[in-house]
């Protein structure tokens, strides 16, 4: 089962149509990583089977990065030039890359460690894993109706069932060992619970908000502005009277909400354009109507039906979510000095090193 926060190194391939660079570049030379040397890669006339990364004795191709090039570059014909569909598939290439070559990475490490006479086992259970989740949901996310027209499918785009099982496997073995390096459990005492509650009271700090109904009234609906100020005037003398602030609001508000009663939600104070409405929201007693408040667009009258005062959350009612907070914190920080510590032992080259 995925974990979380592996999402912020893991992630599925996925068959999105995404941009790629299919221009032929000259033979590399010779590619340095901490004294050891990679043979520069000669780019493939295919822009899928381009290699645009080495980890250790992996490599990783233009199209795991991103399928379905010639796809793309056919949609894209006439719609923008060469030179900017080039820009956005190097954009997106150097984006997407490093999310794989931390995978890779991972996944590497756990080829190197693990004993090879229990690899065996291992693919297979993955393999019925892939067969049992990830051919349905291939199939669903390309609408193909049997295995044979996803695997037409994923040819188009550069890739076969093969592979993406071949990419499944390894993301699924990443994401188990790297939940085995990294110590995601770690208690999170009161101690260091409470310091980072000290340490970032402002987050905790809550600002008065309120609840209110409103009634609208636009220039632009009248001939005048006159007879708007007469329409609202009677819209608030037919609530005084005893009609509902919900059915007037309804039938005849121009507000965004008249539709629901002129009820308005949860309004932080400071966050209005116009500083009249704001006033009324946090000096109004709960309950009464507003006089009539003008502003550029029309006239107003509110009502506030609740309010909170600003605040500090306590620390019994934010523990929980400051623990989320610490454990997210550490988790991300494992996971960052794992994958360095993977870099400084195993060579990694990318296309971009040499740019």
């Known amino acids: 089962m995925q974990h979380p926060n592996h999402r912020i190194i893991l992630s599925a391939i ?13 033979q590399q030379p010779m590619i340095a990583s901490r004294g050891k040397t990679w043979p520069g890669a000669k780019i493939e006339p295919c822009a899928g089977a381009q290699i645009v990364a080495r980890v250790g004795s992996e490599v990783i191709l233009y199209g795991d990065v991103i399928p379905g090039i010639n796809e793309i570059r056919q949609a894209n014909k006439g719609k923008i030039s060469d030179e900017q569909l080039d820009a956005q598939i ?43 989740v990830e051919i349905k949901r291939l199939m669903e996310r390309s609408e193909s109706g049997s ?26 073995l990443a994401q188990q060992w790297i939940r085995q390096q990294a110590k995601f459990d770690e208690e999170i005492t009161y101690d260091r619970t409470m310091a980072y509650y000290r340490e970032h009271r402002e987050e905790f700090e809550k600002p008065a908000r309120a609840r209110w109904e409103q009634l609208t009234v636009r220039y632009s609906e009248h001939p005048t502005n006159t007879a708007a100020h007469a329409e609202i005037a009677r819209l608030g003398n037919q609530i005084l009277e005893g009609v509902s602030f919900a059915e007037a609001a309804r039938r005849y508000s121009d507000g965004p909400t008249a539709e629901d009663g002129g009820r308005r939600d949860w309004t932080t104070k400071g966050n209005l354009v116009c500083e009249e409405l704001d ?25 506030v039906t609740e ?42 080259w990318t296309i971009f090193d040499a740019q």
Request: hydrophobic share 35%; glycine share 4%.
């Open 14 to 26: 996925v068959l999105a149509s995404i941009l790629s660079q299919a221009a032929a570049q000259p």
């Open 90 to 132: 190097k954009n997106l290439l150097k984006q997407r890359l490093p999310q794989h070559v931390e995978t890779k990475l991972v996944y590497y490490d756990a080829k190197r460690t693990i004993p090879e006479e229990n690899f065996p086992r291992i693919e297979e259970s993955l393999g019925k894993q892939f067969e049992k």
């Open 147 to 172: 295995r044979r027209e996803l695997e037409e499918k994923l040819r188009k785009m550069g890739s076969s069932i093969k592979r993406q099982k071949r990419a499944f496997m390894q993301r699924i």
């Open 279 to 303: 006033r009324a929201l946090f000096g109004l007693p709960l309950g009464k109507l507003s006089p009539i408040i003008r502003d550029k667009d029309g006239f107003h009258i509110v009502r």
């Open 307 to 348: 309010r909170e005062q600003a605040g500090c959350t306590p620390f019994t009612e934010a523990q929980v979510d400051i623990r989320e907070k610490i454990r997210k914190q550490r988790t991300q920080a494992e996971l960052e000095a794992y994958v360095q510590r993977l870099k400084d032992k195993i060579p990694v």
